[in-house]
């Protein structure tokens, strides 16, 4: 029977996962980093893309409109402008460093569009589930700019983190980013590091946590990762990154799973076949 955490226990990684290319949207050219699968349960997270690339023919065509209901997207640009317009009016007009923050809840019909013709285009977009007292809730949005979203000094000076969701510890004096308060308790940390640096963070005990190396190559735990590799890290109370000879930027994410029945149909999460059934009814008939 395993034995529980102590409080300095460094997670090891499980499993690394490749991102895979892919195309989404209007023919967007991607990676597919992680996808919800009964096999492959990462909960409450349920999907993490990639874009970057300099090439427009790549991401032209964007995203029209298409509907989500019962979880929440997180989009986080690095480069390259992003417009989201909705069936409600609203819109949020993404450029290098911001982040969209979407509860669909009971049904959003969007569209992510390029406001660029040429140039690079660089970003992520992260689904996370909703609990079932939440999934049919108003939907909402969060935008927030670049400056909003505090950035520290990693504690041996080689490097930064940007701190999105949650808290970043910062040794003795805890940074919190701009979005708190959701039943997942999300952390969301952009870090970058000189060679030879170290990230060293406690996450809570319990929550489920990875790193997404999209620059460089590091140590998590023992394991070394390279570039577009996300290590899924087991059990423990702390994530311990280093990098190695070159720059390296990674995201590291956590929350706390939900421990409910996932029942997915493309765009639409829900917790039975029948709410999904629902949903695709909603739809078809205007309901959103």
């Known amino acids: 029977m395993p034995q529980p ?24 050219k991607l990676l597919r980093v992680y996808s ?14 990639e ?19 019962g979880f929440e997207t997180v989009t986080y640009m690095l480069d390259g402008r992003m417009l989201h317009q909705d069936h409600m009016g609203n819109r949020g007009d ?16 969007h ?9 690079r285009m660089h970003g992520f977009q992260l689904w ?12 909402a949005y969060r935008d927030i700019p670049s400056p909003t979203m505090p950035v520290v000094d990693l504690q041996d000076g080689s490097g930064t983190v940007k701190v999105i969701a949650g808290t970043y510890s910062n040794g003795l004096d805890p940074i919190s980013g701009p979005l708190q308060g959701m ?29 997404y190396v999209y620059e460089g190559e590091a140590l998590v735990g023992d394991e070394r990762i390279s570039a577009r590799h996300l290590a899924v890290l087991g059990a423990g109370a702390q994530v311990q990154v280093n990098s190695l000879e070159s720059e390296t930027r990674f995201l590291v994410l956590a929350a706390a799973p939900i421990g409910e029945p996932v029942v997915q149909y493309g765009p639409f999460v829900m917790n039975t076949r029948a709410e999904i059934e629902q949903a695709v009814q909603d739809y078809q008939s205007g309901k959103f």
């Open 36 to 49: 919800y699968s009964p096999e492959l349960n990462l909960d409450p997270f349920l999907m993490l893309d």
């Open 183 to 211: 039943t997942t308790e999300p952390v969301m940390l952009d870090v970058h590091m000189g060679a030879h640096g170290q990230f060293l963070e406690p996450i809570t005990v319990g929550h489920t946590a990875f790193v």
């Open 94 to 109: 993404l450029g290098p460093g911001d982040v969209q923050w979407m509860t669909a809840g009971r049904g959003v019909i």
């Open 111 to 119: 569209s992510e569009m390029p406001q660029q013709t040429e140039g």
């Open 5 to 28: 955490s102590t409080p300095t226990e460094i997670r090891q990684v499980e499993q690394v996962l490749p991102g895979r290319p892919t195309h989404d949207g209007a023919g967007v």
């Open 128 to 139: 996370i589930n909703l609990p079932s007292d939440e999934k049919m809730c108003p939907p």
């Open 51 to 69: 874009f970057a690339t300099d090439e427009a023919s790549d991401y032209i065509g964007g995203f029209p409109d298409h509907p989500h209901r």
